[in-house]
């Protein structure tokens, strides 16, 4: 197909069309977000370009959802096919997506049933309310959660996720939530009591800054939950969908440390990378609990459309057929392995590197301590990903001090060494 590029327009023409969308955000979008001062127009792969026409690596995949990047081709028929088909019949009917992705899923952890709604803070609403429902007649209504955890921004996500920023203005909070340190088994065996009935954690948490639960952690957890008779629940909203290198991160964190063995959480709820883009979430329940939510107890009136379904079903296949999980687990250790040695090279900017597969984050020296930033300033990690926005490569911040790679499951691997090449570049600037 032949594409007629219009001639380049004139700097001031763009430029003006940059300040036209600026200004319809201005007056016309609650403004929530710290956004950063670019408007993207298309993508292709793991790249995307801006209205000024500039290319920018996306190493961030719109923070851990584009999973097959942008703009890929068999997403886009999946799309136009299932369109053509049916879009949506509401949850009164059966439909073949549905049971197909469930099934589908299913078969990724073990027996249990899926729950469909549309986003990450949606899927995780379902198991407080599956808690909760099956704590009831004992009064046992209380989720545990970790300090620095994110659950999404809802009422009861807020009142899930343990940090202040996030509640701060919106109290008092949704009753029934407290919080403990990660990775810490005596604090989560304190704070239990007769009122607790769930656990839930993030296998890798992402918005508190990469840091992985331990394997003796994770098993620890487990064995609490059975001797008091707690759910756990495992948040996969981010870590989850192959982007560790297996399909759920607890499952490449034990096998990592031996083998996953009989580790299983009672609910994991998911989202991002599984609709690549279409907006879709899920959480799964063990066999034991699966009929817990029977007819009238819980709904929404997206969830699973054929649409969606037809999307996230594609997305499985093609990340089955090209190995992605296996790409993911390699380019991460290849990422993991670069960022270590221009930490090892540079000294003074990198403190550590974490994470697993394509779920990375480098930490940063404070600010003060890199005179190449401004100090005072916004935090030194918005001040690296705006450098590096700069030198073309997007990356996501993580709280003060830590830069983000959720990359596209697809990523390549001349695109991984052109990234840390960039990378590198930035970080060198940063020790002058
Ligand atoms: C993004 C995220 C959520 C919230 O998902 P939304 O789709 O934004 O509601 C929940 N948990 C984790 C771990 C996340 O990263």
């Not at 190493?59 to 949506?88: M, T």
């Not at 296998?203 to 620890?220: D, F, H, N, V």
Request: overall charge neutral.
């Amino acid at each position: 197909m032949k594409e007629i590029l219009p001639t380049a327009p004139a700097h001031e023409i763009v430029e003006s069309r940059m300040k036209s969308i600026r200004g319809l955000f201005d007056r016309y979008v609650v403004p929530s977000y710290g956004r950063f001062e670019i408007a993207f127009e298309r993508g292709e792969g793991s790249w995307l370009w801006d209205v000024y026409g500039r290319k920018y690596l996306d190493l961030g995949g719109g923070i851990a959802v584009c999973s097959l990047g942008h703009a890929h081709p068999e997403v886009a028929a999946v799309l136009a096919e299932q369109s053509r088909k049916l879009l949506h019949v509401s949850n009164l009917y059966y439909q073949e997506p549905q049971g197909r992705l469930a099934q589908e899923i299913v078969r990724h952890i073990a027996p249990g049933k899926i729950f469909f709604c549309n986003s990450g803070a949606e899927a995780n609403e379902g198991l407080y309310k599956l808690a909760r429902k099956v704590g009831h007649d004992a009064g046992r209504y209380e989720v545990i959660t970790a300090f620095n955890s994110f659950h999404g921004r809802t009422l009861a996500g807020i009142s899930a996720t343990g940090q202040e920023k996030v509640k701060k203005g919106f109290e008092p909070m949704v009753d029934g939530f407290r919080h403990v340190p990660f990775n810490d088994l005596e604090a989560l065996k304190n704070a239990v009591g007769p009122k607790t009935g769930a656990v839930l954690l993030e296998g890798i948490q992402g918005e508190g800054g990469i840091t992985s639960a331990t394997p003796e952690y994770l098993r620890g957890v487990r064995a609490l939950c059975d001797e008091h008779g707690l759910l756990l629940f495992m948040d996969g909203v981010q870590c989850g969908h192959f982007r560790t290198g297996s399909f759920q991160s607890f499952q490449r964190i034990l096998g990592d440390a031996g083998g996953v063995g009989d580790f299983l959480p009672d609910g994991i709820s998911m989202a991002k990378s599984l609709g690549g883009g279409f907006p879709i979430g899920a959480f799964w329940v063990r066999e034991k609990y699966a009929d817990v939510l029977g007819p009238g107890t819980h709904g929404t009136t997206y969830g699973g459309t054929p649409l969606g379904c037809a999307v996230a079903l594609r997305i499985f296949e093609i990340i089955q057929r090209d190995r992605l999980a296996e790409n993911a687990r390699a380019l991460g250790d290849f990422f993991h392995g670069g960022l270590e040695r221009i930490a090892a090279e540079v000294p003074g900017v990198i403190t550590a590197v974490r994470g697993m597969g394509l779920m990375l984050g480098f930490e940063l020296a404070p600010k003060e301590e890199m005179p190449a930033l401004v100090s005072g300033e916004k935090p030194s990690s918005l001040q690296v990903v705006q450098r590096l926005h700069d030198a073309g490569v997007l990356t996501i911040p993580s709280g003060e001090r830590v830069v983000r790679l959720l990359p596209a499951l697809n990523l390549t691997q001349a695109d991984a060494e052109h990234g840390l090449r960039v990378i590198r570049e930035v970080i060198v600037g940063l020790a002058k």
